[in-house]
T-cell receptor, first 116, second 114 residues
Framework: AQKITQTQPGMFVQEKEAVTLDCTYD???????LFWYKQPSSGEMIFLIY????DQQNATEGRYSLNFQKARKSANLVISASQLGDSAMYFC?????????????WGAGTKLIIKP | DTAVSQTPKYLVTQMGNDKSIKCEQN?????MYWYKQDSKKFLKIMFS???????INETVPNRFSPKSPDKAHLNLHINSLELGDSAVYFC?????????????FGPGTRLLVL
């Protein structure tokens, strides 16, 4: 079974609009971490934001915020006021606890294209 | 200063050859990783080392052998390269292994096997 699901293979969004990239996860581990990474066309993997399973508040980093709904097991990435430079692949990932050696489990990614 | 560096950035080689990819991190991290990203952009963990000790060894062909001379370096050696080995290989590091430890990635090595 998929542990990380990103249901949107691709998205087109108008510049300056807000974007929500979906991510749902599946774990029975009470302690886990959720991560979002950006991969522009140049290929590097850039860490964006982290949410811990015990965090009470949603994580924010500049224009990025994570809409964490624990009961629904979702960790959607919200990008406010999108820019052309936001066009990239976005990956959601989860890190579980000790039994899995803290492996990072990756979603299939969402390709975001910002239109001018 | 580059935090996680990999060399070479591009590698084009013939089937059957042996090649190595080097990775270095200057972040003082204890844990390093190798990932393979296929043509569909799917990322798969290959190996993980913590303080030079192998802790994750996923099901990869034994033609792939990681070597960690010290905790700042994790090299990947590939024997008898095959067409299916063509991919982007990423090295990453994190301070420790824990659910809240962020992994920082190198720029990737684009391997093309002809």
């Amino acid at each position: 079974a998929q542990k990380i699901t990103q249901t949107q293979p691709g998205m087109f969004v108008q510049e300056k609009e807000a974007v929500t990239l979906d991510c749902t996860y599946d774990t029975s581990d009470p302690s886990y971490g959720l991560f979002w990474y950006k991969q522009p066309s140049s290929g590097e993997m850039i860490f964006l934001i982290y949410q811990g399973s015990y965090d009470q508040q949603n994580a924010t980093e500049g224009r990025y915020s994570l809409n964490f709904q624990k009961a629904r097991k979702s960790a959607n990435l919200v990008i406010s006021a999108s820019q052309l430079g936001d066009s990239a692949m976005y990956f959601c990932a989860m890190r579980e606890g000790m039994d899995s050696n803290y492996q990072l489990i990756w979603g299939a990614g969402t390709k975001l294209i910002i239109k001018p | 200063d580059t935090a996680v560096s990999q060399t070479p950035k591009y590698l084009v080689t013939q089937m059957g050859n042996d090649k190595s990819i080097k990775c270095e991190q200057n972040l003082g991290h204890d844990t390093m990783y190798w990932y393979k990203q296929d043509s569909k952009k799917f990322l798969k963990i290959m190996f993980s080392y913590n303080n030079k000790e192998l802790i994750i060894n996923e099901t990869v062909p034994n033609r792939f052998s990681p070597k960690s001379p010290d905790k700042a370096h994790l090299n990947l050696h590939i024997n008898s390269l095959e067409l299916g080995d063509s991919a982007v290989y990423f090295c990453a590091s994190s301070p420790w292994t824990g659910p809240d430890e962020t992994q920082y990635f190198g720029p990737g090595t684009r391997l093309l096997v002809l």
